[in-house]
């Protein structure tokens, strides 16, 4: 974990007698900690404390009693961090791209429920497709568990397009989800869904959705109109070019089959019939 300076930590443990006299243990272990008036941990770096912690079995310490476990504890922490500094000397800078990760983001409290869908469908549909840890409060910030770098930037840009508002221009790469009569239902965002209408699926004419899609088949679409009401209208036409070898022409089976047809009867042997001649 990159951080700004080595870390190390020590024990400090404590006998006292009925007189007033005591002894300040140091890297104490489980039966110092067990018989012992104190249990004391210091953690910091080389340049002072960053954390302490203590339990007592007694009434209280004195000052010299506090005095003398931190300068014994600086003398043991200093030490760690040397033989520490012999193996390394300092954060790599960033982490490797296949260690877990957490990441966390805010998102607008009037997104929450877009993220979070009807009965948690679209934040557990997230879950499942990237294998994710996701939790979200009250406020917006949103906790993202993954195990490596690359799926914890795919979550976070799939929560970017759901809280993101659709506009015209904006371009998906969609998951058909519903094949209809006069067109295709696709999935924008686990949350939005646009119509792809039979005839902004080609330039060509197509006759019939389900001769070009079937349902969870993916398509680049182009946001052409968002109505009133939030409706949306898609495009996957608008992204094609002049003679786009990408265009798809449903219809093209029943057009060779009836070009085919229009040609004359091959004569035995393979040869075409001379026109003029039908002998």
Do not use: C
Request: glycine share 8%.
């Amino acid at each position: 974990v990159p951080i700004s300076s080595p870390v190390a930590g020590i024990a400090m443990g404590l006998i006292t007698d009925e007189k007033g006299k005591f002894i300040v243990l140091t890297d104490i272990q489980g039966a110092e900690d067990h018989i012992g008036d104190m249990d004391f941990k210091v953690a910091g770096t080389k340049d002072g404390v960053t954390a302490l912690q203590m339990d007592i079995k007694i009434k209280g310490i004195t000052f010299e009693i506090m005095k003398e476990a931190l300068e014994k504890a600086k003398v043991a922490r200093l030490n760690i961090l040397d033989h520490m500094s012999k193996t390394i000397s300092e954060s790599s800078g960033e982490i490797s791209k296949y260690a877990p990760k957490i990441t966390t983001i805010s998102v607008p409290q009037e997104k929450i429920g877009a993220v979070i869908g009807p009965g948690g469908a679209v934040i557990k549909g997230l879950q499942q497709e990237y294998d994710a840890s996701i939790n979200i409060d009250e406020e917006g910030t949103v906790m993202i568990g993954t195990n490596n770098s690359e799926t914890s930037d795919n979550v976070v840009k799939a929560i970017k397009a759901i809280i993101k508002d659709v506009e015209v221009g904006d371009i998906y790469d969609a998951k058909v989800a519903k094949i209809m009569p006069f067109g295709a239902f696709v999935e924008l965002t686990p949350s939005k869904q646009g119509l792809l209408h039979i005839s902004e699926i080609s330039k060509e004419r197509v006759e019939d959705v389900s001769s070009v899609f079937s349902v969870g088949d993916k398509v680049e679409v182009k946001v052409i109109k968002v109505d009133r009401q939030g409706r949306i209208d898609v495009s996957k036409k608008a992204l094609l070019k002049n003679n786009d070898k990408n265009d798809i022409n449903a219809s093209t089976k029943k057009t060779e089959i009836s070009a085919d047809s229009s040609r004359k009867p091959m004569r035995k042997g393979g040869r075409k019939p001379v026109a003029g001649n039908d002998n």
